[in-house]
C-alpha cells in the first residue's frame, strides 16, 4: 500500500468513467480534484457521501474543483447509482484496485471483529499544480465534504 503525501505530485491515472470513456487526472489540471473513495454504490454511507458532494456541486465550482468518485464497482452499477440519486459528477471504476492503491484507499478493513481487505473511505484534494493538497483517510461521512470546502479554500488563501 503507498502512503500519499501531502505537498508531493498525486499519482497519474486513466481510469473507466460513467461518463463514457476513461477519465485521466491530467485532464483536470488547472482545477482543484477532489477525488474520494468509497467501497460500494448505493450502500446507506456511500449514498449519503454522494449525494453531500453531489448538493455541494455548486460551491466547489466557485472554487474551480471537480468532483470524482471512485470504486471497485462496474460502469453499469455506477449509471444506475448516478441516475437513481441525480449524480452529476463522474463515478470512476477501478476493478482492479491500482489506483486505489496509489492512494491508499486500499487495506484492512474491521467490521465487527471480522478483519478483511477492502476499500478504506478515503479523499484525496489535488490542487490544479497536481500536487497533493490534503488527504482525509478513514473518513466519517457527516460533515467530511464541509471539511473539504474548508481545505481546498485554504488552500486557495495561500
Keep these: 500500500m503507498t502512503t500519499i503525501q501531502e505537498g508531493k505530485k498525486a499519482p497519474a491515472f486513466t481510469l473507466p ?4 470513456g476513461k477519465t485521466k487526472l491530467s485532464e483536470h489540471a488547472g482545477k482543484y480534484v477532489v477525488l474520494y473513495f468509497y467501497p460500494k ?17 455548486p460551491k466547489l465550482a466557485k472554487l474551480d474543483a471537480v468532483v470524482l468518485g471512485v470504486s471497485k464497482d462496474p460502469i453499469d452499477k455506477h449509471l444506475k447509482f448516478k441516475t437513481k440519486h441525480g449524480l452529476l459528477f463522474p463515478l470512476l471504476t477501478d ?15 474491521n467490521m465487527y471483529g471480522k478483519k478483511s481487505m477492502g476499500i478504506l473511505r478515503t479523499t484525496v484534494v489535488i490542487a490544479p499544480d ?5 488527504v ?5 461521512v457527516a460533515g ?8 481546498i479554500e485554504a488552500h486557495r488563501a495561500g
Excluded: N
Aim: charged share 35%; aromatic share 8%; hydrophobic share 30%.
Design 17 to 20: 468513467s460513467s461518463e463514457g
Design 136 to 140: 482525509f483517510p478513514k473518513v466519517r
Design 144 to 151: 467530511h465534504v464541509d471539511k473539504v470546502i474548508e481545505a
Design 130 to 134: 497536481g500536487k497533493v493538497v490534503k
Design 41 to 57: 454504490d448505493d450502500t446507506p454511507g456511500c449514498t449519503t457521501e454522494a449525494k453531500d458532494f453531489q448538493a455541494a456541486l
Design 95 to 109: 476493478e482492479d484496485g491500482t489506483v486505489l492503491e496509489k492512494y491508499g484507499a486500499w487495506g484492512e478493513k
